[in-house]
T-cell receptor, first 120, second 115 residues
Framework: AQTVTQSQPEMSVQEAETVTLSCTYD???????LFWYKQPPSRQMILVIRQEAYKQQNATENRFSVNFQKAAKSFSLKISDSQLGDAAMYFC?????????????????FGQGTILTVHP | NAGVMQNPRHLVRRRGQEARLRCSPMKGHSHVYWYRQLPEEGLKFMVY????????ESGMPKERFSAEFPKEGPSILRIQQVVRGDSAAYFC?????????????FGEGSWLTVV
């Protein structure tokens, strides 16, 4: 079974600065997808960024980028030019890409989350 | 284009009662997923459904919990004889197709409180 670990329960950053959130995962699969979701105080889960394991290039979405180290099974999220609206709980998640008769596709495995505080 | 709609947003039930949570997927989406978030924890997968079929229920508790996604109407997560430990946020999500490359979109969650 896959596991996802976020070792930082809380992080803080000054507005306009850069912060990196860590995530490691454990899997025996070679084909998979990784995600970062944001959960603001409204509690809605919002997709921030995704990475396909077969792509070597790190994904970027505006101020958000990842550092994907497949061999190390590491998937960190970098937030540049932090804004007050970035304050939220951030979850790292894993999704199998293997064809297991379709049953594995729906299962996102989430980490425990990292609470990000942004100071003005 | 409405997102994933869940209702009720908040539900209070007494121990032993039944809770029904509804989810309307995004327009055109035929794949629905239910997740549960206990306080201070990440989301845990419960069940994956396609119209009229349960594809993966490996995360569903063996008793008291059931889910359906009928041909017409919303998906329903049903919890019978609720207990205090069922108090949690229940998130529904949907995707256009079932393949792993398809983005899963989440609703805003339904908060169940058992008193």
């Amino acid at each position: 079974a896959q596991t996802v670990t976020q070792s930082q329960p809380e992080m803080s950053v000054q507005e306009a600065e850069t912060v990196t959130l860590s995530c490691t995962y454990d899997t025996s699969e070679s084909d998979y997808y990784l995600f970062w979701y944001k959960q603001p105080p409204s509690r809605q889960m919002i997709l921030v960024i995704r990475q396909e394991a077969y792509k070597q290039q790190n994904a970027t979405e505006n101020r958000f980028s990842v550092n994907f180290q497949k061999a190390a099974k590491s998937f960190s999220l970098k937030i540049s030019d932090s804004q007050l609206g970035d304050a939220a709980m951030y979850f790292c998640a894993y999704r199998s890409g293997a064809d297991a008769g379709g049953t594995s596709y729906g299962k996102l495995t989430f980490g425990q989350g990292t609470i990000l505080t942004v100071h003005p | 284009n409405a997102g994933v709609m869940q209702n009720p947003r908040h539900l209070v039930r007494r121990r032993g009662q039944e809770a029904r949570l509804r989810c309307s997927p995004m327009k055109g989406h035929s794949h629905v997923y239910w997740y549960r978030q206990l306080p201070e924890e990440g989301l845990k997968f419960m069940v994956y459904l396609q119209k009229e079929n349960i594809i993966d229920e490996s995360g569903m508790p063996k008793e008291r919990f059931s889910a359906e996604f009928p041909k017409e109407g919303p998906s329903i997560l049903r919890i019978q004889q609720v207990v205090r430990g069922d108090s949690a946020a229940y998130f529904c999500a949907s995707s256009l197709e079932g393949g792993p490359g398809n983005t899963i979109y989440f609703g805003e969650g339904s908060w169940l409180t058992v008193v």
